[in-house]
């Protein structure tokens, strides 16, 4: 019998900090991998969902950072079938870290038009396990992550369409979160180079920014390098952070280098200069959509 036909829509959030989120779909069914982050973004995508028309089976995580998994709150409402899924240790981690996160990012992304869209209670998450998701017999890889933004990471490769979702291991022109993360550039390069050695891959799905070709390795390389040279303990944040911003006047997401080694903005010129607000750039990194 012929397989039905596999279908990849890649939605790009419209809201702070812009993640992306992938549909793939069939005539019968259709898998989600992220879930955007504020409330209406998710609806947004919700009523995309739909339009497609196909009963969504499954959503997956590919890591536990609230932008990519706090809109399955808004999802679950619209589509209270689906199961959520992620590896047990990131399942562990977003459980563990939810109302830590919570209170953090309340006083940043809560506030102003942004007030009500972040959730006040998680859902459920199901053990993904195995090697691979047959999804109406189109093999999706599950492809656990070197470490790279975050110690524990999902990526989904399809062999069939050459594509690989990478969740935030790779971001497409749009500054990098390392320092507040793990601040290892030399560990994330070296997982960036075992997957490119390992698939074969033609279309590349960011965490955010617009899908690509395999430009987005070499491009994320070259950053992590340039971070790599520049970082050293104890230097002000406010000189990474310019020398960031001199050496890729026109990348997006400029709000992740403002909270550069450490976990949050603690150098006196650089509160001076943002009164303290991180603002995490002006208006969209990407928008539309992608679909092949
Ligand atoms: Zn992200």
Redesign the pocket.
């Known amino acids: 019998m012929l397989k039905k036909k596999l279908s990849i829509e890649v939605v790009y959030g419209t809201l702070p900090?812009w993640?992306n989120s992938t549909i793939l779909y069939t005539d019968d069914s259709a898998v989600l991998v992220d879930t955007l982050f504020m409330k209406s973004d998710a609806a947004l995508l919700a009523k995309r969902i739909k339009e497609i028309g196909k009963p969504l089976e499954a959503i997956f995580l590919t890591h536990s950072?609230p932008?990519?998994v706090w809109g399955g709150v808004e999802l679950l409402r619209h589509f209270p079938d689906a199961k959520i899924y992620a590896r047990p240790l990131i399942r562990k981690e977003i459980e563990l870290d939810f109302r830590a996160r919570q209170l953090r990012w309340t006083g940043v992304f809560n506030v102003g038009p942004f007030e009500g869209e972040i959730p006040t209670d998680l859902f459920d998450i199901q053990p993904l396990e195995g090697d691979s998701y047959d999804f109406g017999g189109h093999e999706i890889q599950l492809v656990d992550l070197k470490p790279a933004e975050t110690v524990y990471a999902t990526a989904f490769y399809v062999p069939e369409i050459k594509t690989y979702i990478a969740g935030?291991q790779l971001y497409n022109q749009c500054h990098y979160y390392i320092g507040a993360g793990l601040n290892r550039p030399d560990l994330w390069i070296e997982s960036i180079e075992d997957v490119r050695a390992r698939f074969d891959i033609d279309v590349v799905v960011p965490?955010?920014g617009y899908v690509g070709g395999t430009e987005i390795f070499d491009e994320a390389i070259d950053y992590l390098s340039f971070y790599q040279s520049q970082y050293e303990p104890y230097r002000p944040q406010i000189e990474m952070v310019q020398a960031l911003e001199n050496q890729y006047p026109d990348w997006k997401l400029e709000g992740v280098i403002y909270m550069t080694i450490g976990p949050a903005m603690t150098d006196p010129a650089l509160i001076d200069l943002t009164h303290g607000h991180i603002k995490f750039g002006e208006g969209t990194i990407a928008i539309g959509s992608y679909s092949a």
């Open positions: 900090p993640p950072h932008d990519h935030d965490g955010h």
